[in-house]
């Protein structure tokens, strides 16, 4: 799984479905300590009153689940019911929430337990997280971007630095000037008829960025990929092979980028 596939959203909406499973084992309901031999209470798994277990807990983690599992679809845009799988997350997510306020009150004479209080805060975290990302910056941004702050690199050595466009809009980072424009990448050798080339003596590491999901190969040829390559995020290429790239992820992963169209430049 690549983490750089989800957003910083993606994490709170992971962790509130972490809260809700939690909650789900506490109690969901208390009875009055004069009443029923004493009191105690009873949690959703254990609850009869209300399809509490699968309106508010169950429906809550299976929005979340939809939510993060778009994000490593081969086609995220393919629809389901006529909704994309993130769209049903956000629905599942906002109907939990819906369903924990209106159980709120217990009734039959008994009390709202901690459970119920916490998966209404965490359902309702959800929802709000789930709506907000697509619309907020801060939210969709990737959860393991790179940092504004890194030292700076040697000259020469292509880091995109804080002046560069960012990915995918064509516009300066924080402190820069006027609009730069993305420079495309122009391969220096021409590729034989497998694609592949030795790697080029005269080749000058850079950081670049791709328009759509790639794929990153091994350098073994193995055609399974070791990773994925997510737009909005800059990757530094190491070795140019013909038309193939060498690029180096994040963690320090090693692979080979076969489409190297519409790729954008540091």
């Avoid at 009390?111 to 709000?128: K, Q, V």
């Amino acid at each position: 799984m690549n983490n750089r596939s989800l957003s910083r959203g993606d994490a709170v909406v992971i962790g509130a479905a972490v809260l809700l499973f939690i909650a789900s084992f506490l109690d969901t309901f208390s009875a009055p300590s004069n009443d029923f031999g004493g009191g105690g209470g009873v949690n959703a798994w254990e609850s009869e009153i209300f399809p509490i277990l699968p309106s508010v807990f169950l429906a809550g983690v299976l929005g979340a689940a939809a939510i993060v599992g778009s994000r490593f679809l081969p086609q995220p845009d393919k629809e389901f019911g006529g909704l994309k799988l993130n769209q049903w997350g956000t629905a599942l997510s906002v109907t939990s929430a819906w369903a924990a306020l209106w159980s709120l009150g217990g009734g039959f004479g008994l009390d709202t337990g901690i459970g119920l209080i916490l998966g209404l805060l965490a359902a309702l975290l959800m929802a709000a997280v789930a709506v907000a990302t697509p619309l907020v910056p801060a939210l969709s941004a990737p959860l393991t971007g790179p940092s504004t702050t890194a030292a700076p690199q040697p000259a020469g050595y292509g880091y995109p630095g804080a002046g560069a466009p960012q990915p995918g809009y064509g516009y300066p980072g924080p402190g820069a000037g006027a609009p730069a424009t993305p420079q495309p990448f122009q391969p220096t050798q021409a590729a034989p008829a497998a694609g592949a080339g030795a790697p080029d003596p005269n080749f000058q590491p850079f950081w670049f960025a791709v328009p759509a999901t790639r794929p990153l190969y091994g350098e073994d040829g193995a055609p399974t990929p070791i990773a994925e390559l997510a737009p909005g995020t800059w990757y530094l290429a190491v070795e140019q092979r013909g038309q193939q790239l060498v690029a180096q992820t994040q963690d320090g992963r090693r692979g080979v980028l076969q489409d190297t169209s519409g790729i954008q430049r540091g």
